[in-house]
């Protein structure tokens, strides 16, 4: 928790005392004087516009959490010495908020991000927060740029939490200035034109993440290391790449997604594999909604329609030895990646070694696990399936 | 190199044609009207104060680098969408300015760092640079500042070169546009008391590198997560923490500082030894400097007054069962970090698995080759000995 600074009577010495969270009852609301244009849906491309506001939360180490305030998106002014530019004090979010058929906007399990957050901002000894705090000024700033959620279908408005370290001082250390910002940017479908499997590169001269490292954080500097394994695999043919951990070559992450693959045992039952959050693996909100459907379908209490009979969930290690052998023997069922962006992404060969393992696809790109649980999944996020996955933002 | 944007005659496509690199002739100088008053040289802290002037090169990935302008000291506008914040799209160089006795200002070895910061910059796909060309826009910057370099000996100014991502679209990928921008600092002498030899506390539960990673980078995304790592040190009572890296417990680095062992051997030689640049380790160029002086003496090209006459130098891995073996035996000669920052950091212990392995250190808190290596080394950068290291700012 963030903390207010005092005076130790006994040594005289600077020490940690009060506590100044965020304050939604606080929250300032300055509209902008020049509205923007909306961008057509039917020409959105991901991250590239942004919506009329954005939410701002100053921090410092001496008074805590200041008020919130949501004023007109607007470059942010920033000391050439803060240490987000040299040492990577950064953290971030991505979740969505939909247009439901009528009307009410609604975020998808904005808790679980908030959860995260904080998760995060503790690894890199920024300040922590009141989620619920945080999330109540999140959604005044949704209701304000409502107009900004895309009606059409699968469209929805991406929103982006980021906490950043401002002291201009470039020593190495935990920051004693913080700034949390939001921004929204409106997303059209990811696939406009139907499902289309992506091909993979398996990574194996490069790492994302390691043991004792940061990879389970959702941290920055996580990401910026990434871009050149993406471009490696850009230029062999490759939409992604699917980073390969250790000499057993143990699949990871897809890209920026959580994956999953789905194996046909001998005995006919199915089993839809993820790795486990064993410190190198992203605790993705949309890979713990697919597991939880997955598992409640097994469980009895929510059958999902299509979805196989004999099902059995694990999070366990899966190699690219084990996914090649069941492409060879006929029991790879499917593969796809799982985040808050693509929701599913399919895939339909990896490149490995020199050669292309092949994976089954259905004939409209989606397999027969992954479509019954994008169907559930994109079915609550926009508002037809009821669940307590949904915020609601404005009726 | 960068490269403008020109359209493939063939397919129409846009290709890469041209180059605008930096172009040192086409540098704008706009002084502050409000010169900062200097602070007082007792009074330095590292990163605290910075000089009135600011070097900037902007890039955009249509038309390469911008002509370079010196501009007042002052805060940045980055868009809240751009890729540093996000993605920690960032990597930075530190190396220092001296004032000389007859009054000359020299930067120490400029052209490390440089070519660092270009093998940086691909490491992330950053746009790189003529070194030389940068090299020459901080001369001017330096010369124009010049007075904010201390007199006293011991003093210098930091010069802090940093390339961030400022593109304002939130997908991960290589940025198309960048901003390069130079600040200084006034630095007092990292120990104003004499030596000081720090304990360290050698750290098993985080990692700084591993394998396939950026360890052998200087990027944003190597310093934020050591934050907590240094925490843990300090609550335990340590000053910096040692990166140990696998199971062997392999020494690596020291906080962000490269290490030197000094061991004896049965022989009566005495090997330094320092990590390998094996992928994880940082090629500083203090340590680079360290080695080129004790081959120097090993090779006769130029012995130092005081170093063993009986010397062996090696780049290889080294264990802390070695280290602690060593001590025990009676044969670990010194332990020490070096960096820009502090040039020499004499080490007096290292807590180890809930021990604390004692290193030997000399009377005035630097041992037998240490101490000829630093007053060699800080020789040369106050031009008290003459040098090609030295680069003359102004005379």
Redesign the interface.
């Known amino acids: 928790m963030s903390k207010g600074v005092g005076v130790d009577p006994m040594t005289g010495e600077a020490v940690r005392t009060g506590t100044t969270d965020i304050e939604p009852s606080l929250l300032t609301i300055t509209r902008t004087m020049s509205p923007k244009e909306l961008p057509p849906s039917s020409k959105l ?4 516009n ?1 919506s009329d506001h ?1 939410l701002k939360v100053r921090w410092t180490e001496a008074s805590g959490w200041d008020a919130p305030s949501i004023e007109p ?9 803060a ?8 953290i ?1 979010e991505g979740l969505k908020a939909y247009r439901n058929p009528n009307g009410m906007a609604t975020m998808f399990r904005p808790d679980k991000n908030m959860e995260r957050m904080n998760i995060s901002a503790q ?3 920024l300040p922590t927060f009141n989620g619920n705090a945080l999330i109540e000024c999140i959604r005044q700033l949704i209701a304000l740029d409502r107009y900004w959620i895309p009606k059409e279908p699968g469209h929805s408005l991406y929103i ?1 939490p ?1 906490l ?2 401002t002291n201009g ?6 920051p004693n200035e913080a700034l949390l ?1 939001v ?1 929204c ?1 409106p997303a059209g479908p990811y696939y406009p034109q139907g499902f289309k499997p992506v091909p993979l590169y398996g990574t194996t ?3 994302r993440a ?5 990879g389970a954080y959702k ?10 394994a ?2 490696m695999a850009a230029e062999a043919g490759y939409a992604q790449n699917l980073w390969l951990h250790g000499p057993e070559h143990y699949l990871t992450e897809v890209g ?1 997604m959580n994956l999953f693959v789905a194996l046909k045992g001998e005995d006919g039952v199915i089993e839809l594999v993820t790795p486990p959050l064993d410190g190198m693996i992203l605790p993705g909100v949309t890979r713990d909604s697919v597991l939880t459907l997955a598992r409640n379908h097994v469980s009895g209490k929510k059958r999902l329609a299509g979805l196989p009979e004999k099902l059995k969930v694990s999070e366990r290690p899966i190699t690219m030895g084990e996914v090649k052998a069941a492409a060879e023997t006929r029991r790879l069922v499917e593969l796809f990646g799982v985040g808050t962006a693509c929701v599913i992404t399919p895939v339909e060969r990896i490149g490995y070694l020199g050669s292309d393992v092949v994976i089954p696809t259905g004939e409209d790109g989606m397999g027969p696990l992954s479509k019954p649980l994008w169907t559930e999944l994109t079915g609550i996020q926009t508002g037809e399936i009821e669940s307590e996955w949904n915020f609601v933002v404005t009726k």
Chains 1, 2 share one sequence.
């Open positions: 491309l991901f991250g590239r942004f954005m998106y607007a470059p942010l002014s920033i000391l050439p010495s240490t987000v530019l040299h040492y990577a004090q950064a971030f690894r890199l000894a982006r980021t950043i370290g001082t470039i020593g190495i250390q935990p910002f921004i940017s001269e490069y790492i390691a043991p004792g490292g940061t941290l920055a500097a996580n990401y910026a290391p990434g871009v050149i993406q471009k920026t």
